[in-house]
Structures are given as structure tokens and as C-alpha cells.
């Protein structure tokens, strides 16, 4: 499979906790971008990356989260002392930023359950 | 600001029956670029087409077609025969030329009746 993977794919905690989410790219993709997605709305974005600098993060990302891509590959997004209002499905894309290209392919997500 | 807009919710249709997703969007951008996704009830977001703010060819691929019109800054999908498997949430999004993030619009959830 040469898709975009995540992993876990379904994640449960105590409010409180931390989590850590992993995203693997498509091979070569320079960009990826994490989003939220909550019950009922659209993908929100979080923060992107190209290659291992993070070049955006939206007011969404709070300080209890941080994103790192440490080597330009695979990307983690950790959640600190989570809260129910962090119950969500986190997504990861990537994008190969050539030529004006600006497709984005998604994986399959990581629903997160806070209780 | 840049935001997109799908104002039906959910909609529901008996198989075979044509139907249209509305999607208006808002920019300051003079070029951009717009998307169509589909999300499955296996939740995976699914690429179907993206259009430059330059092309305003309306696109069919097989029952899928995309009407793009600056005019009233809408960019709608219809499906025409539509079938059960066309059952999903289907969102409409936008991104700028120099920012590659992409604005979702809520979805719009359409149920395909046998």
C-alpha cells in the first residue's frame, strides 16, 4: 500500500492524558498537513509541514499540541493533558508541492476518544 | 477570508435520480483553487476533482460533473443516475495559491434510496 497511513486508528484515553499520533506520507511527498475533523463538520487544518519545517499552525493548536517531522518523513502530533473537547478524528495528507501542484491525499485517520 | 459554504445539510434521493451538491465559496484571491471530497461511510476523505480560479470549464468524468462559475462564486456537483454507492458526505473546499491549507466547507450528507 502506497497510501498515506496513520496509526492508531482508534484511540481511547482519560481526560488528562497525553497521546501521540503517528502519519506516514506518500514516499517523496515534501508537504504534510494535519487536520481535525469533529463529529458532523468539515476537516479543520492544524498545521503543515514542508520537508521538516513546520511552516503554518492554525489558532486551533493550542499549546497542549505540538507536530514534529524530524527528519522530513513521518510526522507525529501530540496531544497533552487531553480534554473531551479534543474527541475528534485527527487526518493527515500529503502533497508532492511541484509544479503547482496542489492535490492533497488523505489517510485514513485516528479517531480519538477523550473520556 | 476565505470560506466555503454548503448550505444542504443532507439530502436524500431514490436511486437513479439526478442530483446537485451547491457549494459557494468566499476569496480574496485571484487565483486559487477549488476541491471536491468524498467521505464514505469508512470515513476516509476520497479525491474527486480540483479546479484552478482560471478554468472555468465545467468537467464531466462518467456520472460526476462540476459546473464552476466566478460569476456567482459557486462551484456545484451533480450527479447524474445517481446509486447507492454514491452514498456519503461530500465536501467542497478551497485553497489559496500561496497557501496550501485547505478551507472544508460542513459537508453535505446524501443518502441514496434503493
Known amino acids: 500500500d502506497t497510501g498515506v497511513s496513520q496509526d492508531p486508528r482508534h484511540k481511547i484515553t482519560k481526560r488528562g492524558q497525553n497521546v501521540t499520533f503517528r502519519c506516514d506520507p506518500i514516499?517523496?511527498?515534501?508537504?504534510l498537513y494535519w487536520y481535525r475533523q469533529t463529529l458532523g463538520q468539515g476537516p479543520e487544518f492544524l498545521t503543515y509541514f514542508q520537508n521538516e519545517a513546520q511552516l503554518e499552525k492554525s489558532r486551533l493548536l493550542s499549546d497542549r499540541f505540538s507536530a514534529e517531522r524530524p527528519k522530513g518523513s513521518f510526522s507525529t502530533l501530540e496531544i497533552q493533558r487531553t480534554e473531551q473537547g479534543d474527541s475528534a478524528m485527527y487526518l493527515c495528507?500529503?502533497?508532492?508541492?511541484?509544479?503547482?501542484?496542489?492535490?492533497?491525499?488523505f489517510g485514513p485517520g485516528t479517531r480519538l476518544t477523550v473520556l | 477570508a476565505q470560506k466555503v459554504t454548503q448550505a444542504q445539510t443532507e439530502i436524500s434521493v431514490v436511486e437513479k435520480e439526478d442530483v446537485t451538491l451547491d457549494c459557494v465559496y468566499e476569496t480574496r484571491d485571484t487565483t486559487y483553487y477549488l476541491f471536491w471530497y468524498k467521505q464514505p461511510p469508512s470515513g476516509e476523505l476520497v479525491f474527486l476533482i480540483r479546479r484552478n480560479s482560471f478554468d472555468e470549464q465545467n468537467e464531466i468524468s462518467g456520472r460526476y460533473s462540476w459546473n464552476f462559475q466566478k460569476s456567482t462564486s459557486s462551484f456545484n456537483f451533480t450527479i447524474t443516475a445517481s446509486q447507492v454507492v454514491d452514498s456519503a458526505v461530500y465536501f467542497c473546499a478551497l485553497s489559496a495559491s500561496r497557501d496550501d491549507k485547505i478551507i472544508f466547507g460542513k459537508g453535505t450528507r446524501l443518502h441514496i434510496l434503493p
Open positions: 495528507a500529503s502533497s508532492l508541492k511541484a509544479s503547482g501542484k496542489y492535490e492533497q491525499f
Open positions: 514516499s517523496e511527498h515534501n508537504r
